[in-house]
C-alpha cells in the first residue's frame, strides 16, 4: 500500500513541480554558497561544447538527430504510443488517406453507422483537421501505420496538465507539435537572416514555413506570419539595399511560395469540402456546429444530432465556449490557460532564467521573437481550449527567448560572485536530472497506464487471433465519456478486417448485416463491467404481428 501511494504521488503532476521547485530552492543555495562547485568540470564541458558549435553544420545535425535518438532510447519504456482521443484518430484518418494517395475519401453508403468525433462523411469522408499533421503520420511504413492508426487503442496520458509528465510529450502522440513547430522555427530562422542578409534561397525557406503551419496550425500560423510580414515591411522601407534587389531576392520568393501555399489549400479545400474557400474545419462546424467560435462572436447554434457522443461534444465545446460570456468565468479560463502553458514550457527549473526577461527585452535581435510569442498567446486566449501544441509555431521562439535568458543568468554577479554562472550551470544539470528521474519512475513502474489495455485493445486482442473479416456493434451507455470514442475506421472501411459501427437498434444494424454478409458480427459494450464482446444475432427477432 505505502509503495503504490508512492507511485501514485509521484505519477501526479503536483508532485513533479513540487520536487523541482525543492531542486530549484537548493540549486540557489548552492550557487550563493558555492558559486565555483564544479568548476573545472563545467568549463571543459562548455569549452568542448563552444568548439563543438563552432561549425553551422554539426549543431543543426545534432539538433536534428537528438529528438530521434532520444525516442529511441525510450522505446523499451514508452512503446509506439496509441491513439486514444478522438483528435488523434482524425490525424490519423488524414495519413491513412494520404496512404492511399487522395486528399479525401469516397463517401459510404452506410456512413451514418460510421459517424463519429471530428471526422464527416459528406461530402466526402475525411478528417476536419489540416493535411500537415496526418502527412507527418503518413511517413511511417504502410502496416506499421494501418495497425497503429486502426487496430489498436491503448492508454496514454492526454490533456494539457499530464503532459508535463512526459519526457518529451508530444513524441508520445499523434497531437502533433512537432509539425508546426518546425514550421515557425524555419520562419523565425529565415526572417533574422533576411534581416541580415538578404538572399532567396532563405526566403524560400521562409515560404516553407508559411506553407507547413498554414497546413497544420493555420490560426496561430497565421499571427506569427503577421508578425514577420510587419517586420520585412519596415525592412523593406529602409534604404540599406535597392528595392529591385530586395524584390528579386525576397519579395518575388515569398510572393512565389504564398501562391503555391493558397494554391493548394483551395485544391486541398475542393477536393475535401466541394468549396476551395471553404476549410473542413468550417465545413465541420456547419454539420456538427463544433468546432465552437472564438470569444467574441456568437456561439454556434445547436444543429440535429443523430448520435448522443456528437451531442455531448458539442455541448461540452459550448461550455467552454460559455466560459468567454462573463469576466469571472474568462479570467479563470485564461488563469488555467498560462498554468498550462508555464507547467508544459518552463516549470519551476526554467523560471528562474525568465527573471532576467527585462534584460533581454532590450535586445533588438530578440524583439521579433518576443513579440511573436506574446501575439500568439493573445490569439490563444481568445479561443476557448488550449493544448501545448497550440503553441507550436512559437514552440522555437520560446526556446530562443529562455536561451537569451539564460546568457543573461550567466553575466549575474553578486557580491562579486559568480552566481548567475553557477545557477545556469545547476539549472541545466537538474534540466537533465528531471528528465532523467520521470523516466526512471517510469521504467521501475513499468505496469503503469501506457501499458494498459483499453477495452477497445482486449477485443482487438480476440479478433486479431482468430483472424478473418468482423463488424464490430458499439453499444455505450448513457454517460459513456465521450473524448474516448471507439468508433474510428480506416479510410477503406470495406477493405478493413474489423470495422467498428455504432450500435442502432436491430432494425437499422440489419443494414450493415446484409451489407456485409460473410463477415462475423459482435456486440462490444465497453461501459459494462468487464467490457462484454457477444456474438450479434444476424437474424432480426419475430415481432408479432409485424412481417
Known amino acids: 500500500m505505502l509503495l503504490q501511494w508512492i507511485h501514485e504521488v509521484l505519477q501526479s503532476p503536483a508532485a513533479n513541480v513540487f520536487l523541482e521547485a525543492v531542486a530549484v530552492v537548493l540549486a ?11 568548476d573545472r568540470w563545467f568549463r571543459r564541458l562548455e569549452g568542448w561544447g563552444k568548439s563543438f558549435s563552432s561549425s553551422l553544420k554539426w549543431p543543426l545535425l545534432f539538433a536534428f538527430l537528438l529528438p530521434i535518438l532520444l525516442r529511441l532510447i525510450q522505446l523499451p519504456i514508452y512503446p509506439p504510443p496509441q491513439p486514444t482521443i478522438h483528435d488523434e484518430f482524425s490525424y490519423l484518418l488524414i495519413g491513412d488517406t494520404l496512404r492511399h ?80 513547430a518546425i514550421g515557425g522555427a524555419l520562419i523565425l530562422g529565415a526572417l533574422a537572416r533576411l534581416l541580415k542578409k538578404p538572399a532567396r534561397n532563405t526566403a524560400y525557406m ?44 525576397v519579395v518575388a520568393p515569398l510572393l512565389l511560395a504564398s501562391i503555391a501555399t493558397g494554391a493548394f489549400l483551395c485544391y486541398h479545400n475542393w477536393r475535401v469540402t466541394g468549396n476551395p474557400l471553404q476549410l473542413p474545419y468550417q465545413h465541420n462546424r456547419e454539420l456538427y456546429g463544433t468546432p465552437q467560435t472564438f470569444y467574441w462572436q456568437p456561439p454556434v447554434p445547436a444543429v440535429p444530432f443523430r448520435h448522443h457522443e456528437i451531442a455531448q461534444n458539442y455541448r461540452w465545446q459550448l461550455s467552454m465556449r460559455l466560459q468567454g460570456n462573463s469576466f469571472r468565468t474568462l479570467w479563470e479560463a485564461t488563469k488555467l490557460k498560462l498554468r498550462e502553458f508555464w507547467l508544459f514550457f518552463f516549470g519551476p527549473i526554467w523560471t528562474v532564467p525568465l ?48 536561451l537569451a535568458c539564460l546568457q543573461e543568468l550567466r553575466k549575474l554577479r553578486l557580491a562579486g560572485r559568480p552566481v548567475g554562472l553557477a545557477l545556469s550551470r545547476f539549472l541545466v544539470t537538474l534540466s537533465i536530472l528531471s528528465f532523467s528521474w520521470q523516466i526512471g519512475v517510469d521504467a521501475y513502474h513499468f505496469d503503469s497506464e501506457r501499458q494498459v489495455k483499453t477495452p477497445r485493445t482486449q477485443v482487438l486482442d480476440v479478433l486479431e487471433k482468430m483472424g478473418g473479416s468482423h463488424v464490430v456493434f458499439v453499444r455505450y451507455t448513457y454517460n459513456h465519456d465521450f473524448h474516448h470514442e471507439i468508433v474510428y475506421n480506416a479510410a477503406d472501411i470495406d477493405a478493413s478486417p474489423i470495422i467498428w459501427a455504432r450500435d442502432m437498434g436491430p432494425f437499422a444494424n440489419q443494414e450493415l448485416v446484409k451489407y456485409y454478409r460473410g463477415r462475423k458480427f459482435w456486440m462490444f459494450e465497453p461501459d459494462a463491467h468487464p467490457p462484454r464482446l457477444e456474438p450479434y444475432p444476424m437474424i432480426l427477432p419475430q415481432i408479432p404481428g409485424f412481417k
Not at 540557489?28 to 564544479?38: E, S, V
Not at 469522408?125 to 486502426?150: E, H, I, M, N, W
Not at 479561443?383 to 526556446?399: D, N, R, V
Open 28 to 38: 540557489l543555495a548552492l550557487a550563493w554558497f558555492f558559486p565555483r562547485l564544479g
Open 101 to 180: 494517395w487522395r486528399l479525401a475519401n469516397p463517401t459510404h453508403s452506410l456512413w451514418v453507422h460510421f459517424e463519429t468525433i471530428h471526422v464527416f462523411f459528406q461530402p466526402t469522408y475525411a478528417s476536419k483537421y489540416p493535411v500537415g499533421q496526418g502527412f507527418a503520420l503518413a511517413l511511417p511504413p504502410d502496416r506499421c501505420t494501418r495497425r497503429l492508426a486502426y487496430s489498436r487503442v491503448g492508454a496514454l496520458r492526454s490533456g494539457c496538465g499530464d503532459a508535463y509528465l512526459d519526457p518529451g510529450a508530444w513524441m508520445h502522440s499523434y497531437w502533433g507539435g512537432a509539425v508546426p
Open 206 to 249: 521562409l515560404g516553407l514555413g508559411i506553407f507547413i503551419l498554414a497546413n497544420s496550425r493555420p490560426y496561430e500560423g497565421f499571427v506569427l506570419c503577421c508578425v514577420a510580414g510587419l517586420a520585412l515591411l519596415a525592412w523593406l522601407g529602409k534604404a540599406e539595399y535597392p528595392f529591385a534587389f530586395k524584390f528579386r531576392t
Open 355 to 402: 527573471l532576467m526577461l527585462p534584460f533581454v527585452v532590450k535586445k533588438r535581435a530578440y524583439r521579433i521573437p518576443l513579440l511573436a510569442v506574446l501575439f500568439v498567446l493573445i490569439a490563444v486566449g481568445c479561443y476557448s481550449f488550449f493544448y501545448p501544441h497550440y503553441l507550436g509555431p512559437i514552440a522555437g521562439g520560446i526556446l530562443l527567448v529562455l
